[in-house]
């Protein structure tokens, strides 16, 4: 079992950033690709970012490419988004997910294993 709470959402301007964090537990965290997906209202969940168990590669959507950078830190068990140059078109909820196969940054949302709560992001305009 793997447990993952998302924070850092909230209501910004465009052109404004936010950092959104990821806290594991429950499963060895450095051993399992992260990723960050997002759900607007009205949508289907889509990929945003992910992140290999060491770090060493990343994958990101086309739409976020340059604006959105996902790290993580293994001794602290947590995963982050770093959201710049954010646009309204970026309001949804942020859900992190872990993907326990080791199939290296896969992006579907039935790819993963394990998902957060979620967090909510408000650009508005």
């Known amino acids: 079992q793997v447990q993952l709470v998302e924070s850092g959402g909230g209501l910004v301007q465009a052109g404004a950033s936010l950092r959104l964090s990821c806290a594991a537990s429950?499963?060895?965290?450095?051993?399992?690709?992260m990723g960050w997906f997002r759900q607007a209202p009205g949508k289907e969940r889509e990929f945003v970012a992910a992140?290999?168990?060491?770090?060493?590669?990343?994958r990101y959507a086309d739409s976020v490419k340059g604006r959105f950078t996902i790290s993580r830190d293994n001794a602290k068990n947590t995963v982050y988004l770093q959201m710049n140059s954010l646009k309204p078109e970026d309001t949804a909820a942020y859900y992190c997910a872990a993907d326990l196969t080791r199939i290296l940054l896969r992006i579907g949302v039935h790819d993963y294993d394990y998902w957060g709560q979620g967090t909510q992001v408000t650009v508005s305009s």
């Open positions: 429950g499963h060895t965290f450095s051993s399992y690709t």
């Open positions: 992140i290999s168990w060491g770090g060493g590669s990343t």
